[in-house]
């Protein structure tokens, strides 16, 4: 039976991939204070004749850890973050990122990193209890996954195709209201072979309210998991463009 459940996750899977494709591009390579940023293009494309939604967030990105794989989650658990998950493998082998409660950063900029948050934070307690007010919602977790998940829905038409940038900081992953830092400890002078990857969990879609559901009744809510492929990138922390 285990087996069973394996193989049709497996199919699930394969069958959705081919839906929507995700391809990247390396289009360019910044030097920060905190080593390089790899600036990605990715294309979502739906190769269907059906309107899907898709939550994902297209600026952030978060670190790669075990059990991230939609196949890897047979029993589906709630997934709340909606970033896309940067994957990297050394000599064929998928790196685990690590995490932090305080970026890697000097103390100058983690002052006034906490001064700055301090001020957004309380903005996004002013903007939630709005939202909570506009939308009937009377428990604060809730209203906050169905804040995050209605802002951050991709509509695709029938064969459309969006593109997009994103930067890869290995240094410092930007990840969407995380309470850790993630970040990839990469030796010098690395080959790696990147991609990006995306696991939605149908769960998710409770965190919306019925009048949301309605105004997407038109629209496949997209489950499952989005692979893009995988480009070649080269880390030197030293050695990045002027």
């Known amino acids: 039976m285990q087996k069973t459940y394996i193989l049709l996750a497996i199919l699930l899977g394969c069958l959705l991939h081919s839906q929507i494709k995700m391809k ?40 790669y850890f075990e059990g991230d794989r939609c196949v890897d989650n047979l029993n589906f658990t709630e997934i709340k973050n909606l970033d896309v998950t940067a994957v990297l493998k050394s000599s064929g082998n998928i790196m685990e990122a690590y995490n932090s409660p305080f970026p890697q950063y000097s103390m100058e900029d983690l002052l006034a990193m906490q001064k700055e948050n301090k001020i957004a934070n309380s903005i996004k307690q ?12 009377s428990d604060i977790k809730f209203a906050e996954m169905n804040k995050t998940l209605s802002e951050n829905i991709v509509l695709l038409n029938p064969k459309e195709e969006i593109s ?9 992953l930007d990840c969407l209201d995380c309470d850790l ?21 149908d769960s998710i879609y409770t965190y919306l309210t019925e009048d949301q559901k309605s105004k997407l009744s ?25």
């Open 181 to 201: 830092y993630f970040f990839y400890m990469l030796k010098e002078d690395s080959d790696l072979d990147f991609a990006l990857l995306h696991c939605v969990d």
């Open 24 to 63: 990247i591009n390396l289009i360019g390579l910044e030097k920060t204070t905190n080593g390089p940023s790899y600036k990605i293009q990715v294309n979502l494309k739906n190769t269907t004749d059906d309107f899907f939604a898709i939550p994902v967030v297209l600026t952030k990105l978060k670190g």
């Open 164 to 172: 997009w940038s994103i930067f890869f900081r290995p240094s410092s």
């Open 126 to 137: 002013n903007n939630l209890r709005r939202w909570m007010c506009e939308h009937n919602i």
């Open 218 to 242: 038109g629209y496949k809510l997209y489950s499952g998991e989005l692979l893009s492929n995988e480009i070649k990138i080269h880390y030197n922390s030293m050695t990045v463009p002027d």
